[in-house]
C-alpha cells in the first residue's frame, strides 16, 4: 500500500504564495490518480485539486480555480500544490490522495474509504 506524506504548510499573507509537497512510498506511484483535499475547523474534508496518472487531466474547485496549480513528478513519486494570491479562505489543513480510480472521479468530491491519504499540512492564511 502506498504511504504518503505532505509538507510545505505554513503561515502566510493574503495574496502571498505557498508549494505543498506530497512523497508517496510503498506504491507504484505513477498508477495511481492524486488529489490534493483540504479540512477547515469544524468543516467537512472537500475537493481542492486531482492530477491523472500521465498529468494530462487536471480538475479544480471552483473556489481555487486560477490560483491554484497541481503538479506531479511520476519520476520522483511526488505531487505538488502550487498555491497562488492566498485568502484566508484558504486556512485549513491540506490532504494529500491517492487513488487507483480516474482523477475526474476524485473532482466529484467524494471521500472514499479506498483512498490512501495523507495526514495533512496546516496552511494559515492571514489578512
Known amino acids: 500500500q502506498v504511504q504518503l506524506v505532505e509538507s510545505g504548510g505554513g503561515l502566510v499573507q493574503a495574496g502571498g504564495s505557498l508549494r505543498l509537497s506530497c512523497v508517496a512510498s510503498?506504491?507504484?506511484?505513477?498508477?495511481?490518480?492524486m488529489a490534493w483535499f483540504r479540512q477547515a475547523p469544524r468543516r467537512e474534508r472537500e475537493f481542492v485539486a486531482t492530477?491523472?496518472?500521465?498529468?494530462?487531466?487536471?480538475r479544480y474547485s471552483d473556489s481555487v480555480k486560477g490560483r491554484f496549480t497541481i503538479i506531479r513528478d511520476n519520476a520522483k513519486n511526488t505531487v505538488y500544490l502550487q498555491m497562488d494570491n492566498l485568502k484566508p479562505e484558504d486556512t485549513a489543513t491540506y490532504y494529500c490522495?491517492?487513488?487507483?480510480?480516474?482523477?475526474?472521479?476524485?473532482?466529484?468530491?467524494?471521500?472514499?474509504?479506498?483512498?490512501?491519504w495523507g495526514k495533512g499540512t496546516l496552511v494559515t492564511v492571514s489578512s
Open positions: 492530477i491523472s496518472w500521465g498529468g494530462g487531466v487536471t
Open positions: 510503498g506504491g507504484t506511484f505513477s498508477m495511481y490518480s
Open positions: 490522495a491517492a487513488d487507483e480510480g480516474p482523477a475526474e472521479n476524485m473532482a466529484v468530491g467524494y471521500l472514499s474509504d479506498r483512498y490512501f
